[in-house]
């Protein structure tokens, strides 16, 4: 069935705990929509699809743990709980994609005369739409992006845009490997580490040992050498939100690997889901960044790395330019450039 990393129970979310993996695997049991948004916030469950899902998912927990009895406030809950759930992580779109549809999916309810019971039965249903709606846009995602990739071919990915940072299964990135060798293609993953959080060495390498497909683990500045000596053929990397211009937003570093992949003259792919793409972000520019603990950056866990009182940088994301993207593969197809143009056509298309 493939690595699922968030589901809903009948009585709470539970989430695999990715602070742990790979040295542990520990499943959560998340019984309020609070519960969620910090698990959410700590990481628990990160990558953009995996956090709009996990974001239905406290909605529809924040209205099936609420105990009035009138739709008005019902609605002024799931404000709160909508507010809360949006300050946990600014740059991923999915969380405000997600917030936006279970709203919109409550006020249809509420025009329809539904009672509250109803409407958090309707709105755990949705949440569980989005959960397989997320799965099967993976499953395209594969099936187009492995068309992409040549046999016997190395690719290079940045962080993790696997099964774990999405509903499951196929993941975006990793979807595109996984998609090409059910189409019988020989791949092999060479996985950045991805400092200072670590999650390409910790939970791609994690994933894809599962899957047994071949990966090798490189730290972030081995990626320039591998290119220059002929080891890489494509890079596909996942998104946290793309502007309606293409300018991709991902995880620190991917814009030094993308620079990198110009020079050499190789492919670099993106990978994501269409609720990655905000239309409402005209360039890169108007992408919020991410800036987290300094601490992630001076410690690994308890061992200090950099002397007390440094000033320190932690900026989350960066933006890589479109002209350097040469594909963005959604659940609609491969849209190239100019993407202002082949992505509202995407959308257009329904
Ligand atoms: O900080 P994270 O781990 O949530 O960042 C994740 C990424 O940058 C992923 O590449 C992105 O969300 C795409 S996941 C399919």
């Not at 809903?8 to 742990?20: A, F, G, K, N, S």
């Not at 300050?87 to 539904?114: S, V, Y």
């Not at 709606?133 to 940045?158: C, K, M, P, W, Y």
């Not at 595109?176 to 999650?199: C, H, I, N, W």
Request: proline share 3%; glycine share 8%.
């Amino acid at each position: 069935m493939g690595i699922i990393p968030v589901r809903w129970t009948e009585e709470c979310v539970e989430m695999l705990d990715q602070r742990l993996l790979p040295t542990e695997e520990k499943w959560l049991k998340l019984k309020t929509f609070n519960d969620v948004a910090d698990g959410i916030r700590d990481m628990v469950v990160r990558g953009a699809p995996a956090i709009g899902v996990s974001c239905a998912y406290g909605i529809a927990l924040g209205a099936k743990n609420f105990v009035g009895m009138s739709v008005d406030d019902l609605e002024e809950e799931l404000d709160y709980v909508c507010d809360v759930l949006s300050k946990t992580r600014p740059t991923a779109i999915n969380l405000f994609w997600a917030i936006d549809r279970m709203k919109r999916t409550f006020q249809k309810a509420k025009d329809d005369g539904k009672s509250v019971s109803e409407i958090k039965q309707i709105l755990i249903d949705d949440s569980k739409a989005i959960h397989e709606e997320d799965i099967e846009s993976q499953r395209l995602i594969a099936r187009f992006g492995g068309e992409l990739l040549e046999n016997d071919s190395n690719v290079l990915t940045h962080c993790n845009a696997g099964a774990l940072a999405t509903g499951g299964v196929w993941g975006t990135a990793l979807g595109v490997v996984r998609g090409a060798v059910d189409q019988g293609k020989s791949v092999m993953v060479f996985a950045d580490e991805t400092r200072p959080y670590l999650q390409g060495a910790r939970l791609t390498a994690w994933e894809l040992l599962q899957d047994k497909i071949p990966v090798t683990l490189i730290t972030d500045n081995q990626s320039g050498h591998i290119m220059k000596k002929g080891m890489i053929q494509a890079v596909v990397v996942g998104s946290d939100r793309i502007a309606a211009n293409g300018d991709v937003a991902n995880k620190i570093g991917t814009y030094m690997v993308a620079v990198l992949a110009k020079e050499h003259g190789i492919p670099f792919y993106v990978a994501a889901p269409m609720s990655t793409i905000d239309f409402d972000s005209a360039s890169g520019d108007d992408i919020p960044i991410e800036e987290r603990d300094t601490r992630e950056v001076t410690h690994v866990q308890d061992i200090q790395l950099a002397p007390e009182g440094i000033e320190v940088g932690n900026y989350a994301f960066d933006v890589t330019p479109n002209e350097m993207v040469d594909a963005i593969i959604t659940e609609k197809g491969v849209a190239r450039k100019p993407y202002i143009e082949s992505l509202r056509k995407m959308r257009e298309d329904g």
